[in-house]
């Protein structure tokens, strides 16, 4: 293992990172990406990757988004080290607990403020173009109002007691040193009037009880981190080390959105993208191994991968480059694997598995994702092609010149025995010699006779696959055509 892939912290006793996905929705690439690069720093310094489901926000909680990310990390094989994932939901009291001691201890406060007067505060405050946080009112109430307002039963949540004008300071890996005032920063809520904690609280409670070394997580979280070191300090805790990742950009150089369906991971797998490729595409997107290696197998990628190489800028989503990556691991598969794979996009064929094998042997070179089968298989299994007479024509090739090629062509076809790729092909392209044709004005008409497509297999593979009765009479048909 390259000595540089040691522990960012080596006075730290075992690596610990974690993903952290809430059930709201679909699972974005970028989750995925963030998850890989966890799982891959935990596992090249022999640490554990552990799972925690953050499903405080029940408003926007989504029925089973949960499961939804399990099978996710099954299907590309990041497997967590904790055998139950941490439920956020399940420790509402123990969040409770910690903002209890908070305000025990003087660091936090209840607040009693109305949404109405939330509200109205807000709106002043955007007309006088000042930020747009809490003003303070409940922090310096005494022990007796609070003590009267609890027993009156009003509504409340608790306020962490941000300290004034003290700066924060903290490093990330990726970013390097990083510093904010508290003067910057709003009493931020910890537990909310529903009794649910919010994420700052949960976060880091849940960071520190699962003794994660490592938060490694989407720079999104960056103008929160010193609202947790706030947290941490505020508890007496040692901070974990943080490394941002930076965005994940589409074409535009925007981020990509999570609410873009066709780049949810599950979309992903629906049009028939490898894991095995996904993976691999992913961990290049932010990374760079500095070497003209292009496939990885995770394994490899444990061994390589270093988190110090990570780019600052966010990378480009190429969607051709996944493309070329997913087909080059689609070329590796055995044949009876990838048929096994490809059936699902063929369950309306009627076709004995024989037949479709050869089928989807001929394409295998030309697939990028698995979904692509549907599409270029058609060819293969129609009673009668549908295209456009012109097609056939050759360059400036007279139609009679083209009627008179097929016709000999459809002869020869009927001469050969030995009805094979290799045959077919040293038959004719003898032929074509003999006759002092050219290749193009023979192989072209003869191609979009047997595909009915300007861009299909070769000839001789599909004639290979169609067999000498259905070759000779799409020829035959093409003559009509004419």
Known sequence: MNEQNKNINPEKNGVKTRIAPSPTGIIHIGNLRTALYNYLFAQQNGGEFLLRVEDTDRERFVEGATEKVLETLKWVGLQWGNK???????????????????????????????????????????????????????????????????????????????????????????????????????????????????????????????????????????????????????????????????????????????????????????????????????????????????????????????????????????????????????????????????????????ADKEYIEKVILVEQERLRKLSDITENTKLFFVDELDYDQELLVWKKITKQKLNDNLTIIKQKLEEIDEWDKESLEKEVMDFIAKNNLTNGEVLWPLRVALSGQKNSPGPFEIMNVLGKEESVKRVEEAMNRL
């Open 84 to 350: 139950d994932p941490i439920i956020q939901s399940q420790r509402v009291e123990i969040y409770k607990k910690h903002a209890q001691q908070l305000v025990d201890s003087g660091k936090a406060y209840y607040c009693f403020c109305t949404p109405e007067r939330l509200t109205e505060m807000r709106e002043e405050r955007q007309a006088k173009k000042l930020p747009p946080r809490y003003d303070g009112q409940c922090r310096n109430l005494s022990a007796e109002e609070v003590e009267d307002k609890l027993k009156a039963d009003e509504k409340y949540v608790i306020r962490l007691k941000v300290p004034e004008n003290e700066e924060i300071e903290f490093n990330d890996t990726v970013y390097g040193k990083i510093k904010y005032n508290s003067s910057d920063i709003d009493d931020q809520v910890l537990i909310k009037s529903d009794g649910f904690p919010t994420y700052h609280l949960a976060v880091v409670v849940d960071d520190h009880e699962m003794e994660i070394t490592h938060v490694m997580r989407g720079e999104d979280w960056l103008p929160s981190t010193p609202k947790h070191v706030l947290l941490y300090k505020a508890f007496g805790w040692e901070m974990s080390e943080f490394i941002h990742l930076p965005n994940i950009l589409g074409e535009n150089k925007k981020k990509l959105s999570k609410r873009t369906g066709d780049v949810s991971v599950e979309s992903f797998k629906e049009q028939g993208y490898l894991p095995e490729a996904l993976i691999n595409y992913l961990a290049l997107l932010g990374w760079n191994p500095g070497t003209e290696q292009e496939l990885f197998s995770l394994e490899e990628l444990i061994e390589s991968f270093d988190i110090k190489k990570v780019h600052k800028a966010g990378a480009i989503f190429d969607i051709k480059k996944l493309d070329n990556i997913n087909g080059q691991y689609i070329r590796k598969l055995d044949i009876k694997k990838l048929v096994e794979l490809c059936l699902p996009y063929l369950k309306d064929v009627k």
